[in-house]
């Protein structure tokens, strides 16, 4: 078993940053690929960022491109996401995922280990 605790979500102006934090704990996990997804009120939950348990890999969906970056170092937790310019239409519960059989997964259904989500919230 593995336990994912995110952090770091809060309440920022639009064009503001925030840097939110997936830490991880249990069995062995440094193999485990890790991604974050977000929960807007009344809309399905989306990929948004992915990053191989090396770090070498990262993968984005294209609405973050170029303002958000998913890093870790080396095989380690925890797993960041430095979010930037950020709108109000980045307002959600962002979640972390984890799993020892993805590389880079984009679909939820992939990951096995999930936290208990933050809250963003882009407002003036």
């Known amino acids: 078993q593995v336990q994912l605790v995110e952090s770091g979500g809060g309440l920022v102006e639009p064009g503001g940053s925030l840097r939110l934090s997936c830490a991880a704990s249990?069995?062995?996990?440094?193999?485990?690929?890790t991604a974050w997804f977000r929960q807007a009120p009344g809309k399905e939950r989306e990929f948004v960022a992915a990053?191989?348990?090396?770090?070498?890999?990262?993968y984005y969906t294209d609405s973050v491109k170029g303002r958000f970056t998913i890093s870790r170092d080396n095989a380690k937790y925890p797993v960041y996401l430095e979010m930037n310019s950020l709108k109000p239409e980045d307002t959600a519960v962002y979640y972390c995922a984890a799993d020892p059989w993805v590389r880079i997964g984009v679909r939820d259904v992939g990951y096995a280990y999930w936290g208990q989500g933050t809250q963003v919230t882009v407002s003036s």
């Open positions: 249990g069995s062995t996990y440094n193999n485990y690929g």
């Open positions: 990053i191989s348990y090396g770090g070498g890999t990262t």
